[in-house]
């Protein structure tokens, strides 16, 4: 299982499959991360997934998780939304958002420097 195949990680795991192995396999693709947990923890095969997203799975003793030997690169955002005519309710959310990854990134940094 993995993203969608739109997606850049989806790409990635590809191109990663093509370099080690010389061909793809199966892969199925899916826009909904939580189909994809349960079609994992249903036996159905295993993904390259969020661990994050996973966790809860994880903890429940659905699924495990496994290093595969390669981690693909982080994923980045963006959101746009359009400006006109104002709405004060969208600003203020864009600008959540934003103070919210900003947080993020700070304890992503503080994580990443301990290991």
């Known amino acids: 299982m ?19 192995y010389g061909s793809v396999g199966q892969i199925f693709p899916s826009t909904s991360l939580s189909t994809s947990f349960e079609m994992i923890a249903s036996g159905i095969g295993i993904g390259a997934l969020p661990t994050q997203l996973a ?21 980045l955002f963006t959101a746009s939304y359009l400006n006109d005519p104002r709405s004060e309710i969208t600003h203020k959310a864009a600008i959540l958002a934003e103070e919210i990854a900003v947080q993020y990134a700070k304890i992503k940094i503080e994580v990443d420097k301990r290991e």
Do not use: A, C, V
């Open 55 to 75: 966790q809860r799975f994880i903890n429940d003793k659905r699924i495990k998780k496994f290093d595969p030997g390669w981690t693909p690169k982080d994923m």
């Open 2 to 20: 993995s993203f969608s195949r739109l997606s850049r990680p989806y790409h990635d795991l590809i191109s990663e499959l093509m370099h080690r």
